[in-house]
């Protein structure tokens, strides 16, 4: 009797404890790490190693999947509150540790109270049963002819899944999705294991790198995976309508080339696959969701466009895997190295293969630069996005306008020195994040004099300097509305002006079968 009253007693003193510290604590209000273009994005007091999302998905798109999200991360401050972003889902119940904890929203955070504070320097896992509704049109869960996929750049992660939904805070992933048989389930990275009970299945995938939260991609659907190896044996999966799998076999042989093409400008491809997920869907963009760039299906079937188009398209979302998936910004300011590079690299591609004039295009994006800048702030200082529209941060001035600054420094600095600051830069900061600074930085190291002056006038004037090398060149503010947001991730407007070698042997192939719903 004596034990039970003093555990009795330790219980009510506990419960008094957390009611006193629930009573003295401020109102749950939603934070941010301070990043201007979106300032409620992120959250500060603890860093993100690893998350793992388990989704069942019932076959309805219309219907919210039921979710779970585990998270191990560490404080790096005391925390008597634990902020995640997530929004347009429904929590059930939370844990820190093991032990529930209370919660709340506020705004576009859930905001946790665990029962005891969590030290500095601590170790933590964070559990959150949840659903995830992939109604609405703001990002996030895209509804397919088929089922879903993910868009989630910029800001549309945590309409998905709880998380530090900034790109700043890189950390591994482990899905687990639970859909019915006779669907596919993909997502980033290698697949581990695909268990199944009755008419449905389970999907174990698992990423071999860190990632940001805006680069995940989870896609359930009437889906092939068709597989085949690019350079160095690497294992290339493209996942595509099932009824379109022959149709769209003459772009995806393309991809091991494209691979191919890319190493040898910059060096080895910077994770453990690629592939091409092609979705029955408008987005009205593509996507360089890490390991899996996503695609519109129109890109491929809809006649009209040019083949070194889409070639080109093809080569912009794999640049992306070197420039902002393998090194991500650091603050969405940071994008113009992003954009600007897979745009390059596109250009290149385009000029190389096709006689595409890269000259030409620069030309012509410098007559439009201050057009750019004026209605979207220049590459690394843009206007923030429009309210409620994240996406109209993607911008012209975020695309050709960008490449225009890479062109300026290679007429600056010259071939050989911009061909090894290309290489260095992917290097240096493989999985990692970086930013304008450290580029400037390394660019002036390359070059063998400081290059601060040249990109403080390139990135951060509202006049576009002169071009090095082409004192003809002019700019002028063009009319039309120059803030619109460009068909993100492609060749600027589709516009059709019309080859890539085959390479390998496509099959449909999963767990010893073809019939095209294994991955």
Sequence with gaps: MLLTNRRLRAALLAAASVSLVAATLPAPEPLGIGDPLFPRLGNPGYDVAAYDLDFTYGGDNRKPLDAITKIDAQATQ????????????KVRSVQVNGAAARFATAGEDLVITPATPVEDGARMRITVSHTSDPAGNRGGWVRTGDGLAMTNQADAAHRVFPGNDHPADKAYFTFR????????????????????????ATWTYRTHHPMATELAQVSIGDSTVVRRQGPGGLPVRDVVPTKDRQKLEPWLKKTPDQIG????????????????????ADTGFELETQTLSLFER????????????????????????????????????DLWLNEGHATWYEMRYAQEHAG????????????????????GGPPASPKPPVEGQPISL????????????????????????????????????????ATTADFTELASSVAGRDLSAFFTAW????????????????????AGNQNAPRNRHAAPDRTPHGTGAPHGTGTSDGTGTSDGNRA
């Excluded at 093409?261 to 453990?272: A, D, K, L, S």
């Excluded at 040019?306 to 969405?332: C, I, K, N, T």
């Design 459 to 478: 990135l951060y004037r509202q006049k576009t300097p002169p071009m090095p090398g082409h004192p003809d060149w002019r700019s002028e503010a063009p």
């Design 394 to 433: 993607f911008r012209p001035v975020m695309y050709d306008g960008s490449a225009l600054v890479l062109y300026a420094l290679r007429q600056e600095i010259g071939e050989q020195a911009f061909a090894r600051l290309e290489r260095d830069w992917v290097r240096i900061h493989r999985d990692g994040t």
């Design 261 to 280: 093409w890319m190493e040898r400008q910059v060096g080895p491809y910077p994770f453990e696959n690629y592939g091409v997920l092609v979705v029955g």
């Design 177 to 200: 999705i639970t859909a019915p048989e006779r669907l596919t389930a993909v997502a980033n990275g290698v697949l581990e294991g695909r268990a199944r009970a009755g008419a449905i």
């Design 78 to 89: 005391r925390l008597e509150r634990i902020n995640l972003d997530f929004t347009h889902g």
């Design 356 to 375: 595409e004039s890269m000259e030409t295009r620069m030309r012509e994006a410098y007559r439009q630069s201050n057009g750019w800048r004026a209605a």
């Design 298 to 333: 129109s890109l491929f079937t809809q006649p009209g466009y040019p083949e070194w188009y889409v070639d080109s398209v093809m080569v912009h979302e794999l640049a992306h895997q070197w420039f902002g998936d393998s090194v991500s910004p650091r603050r969405w300011s």
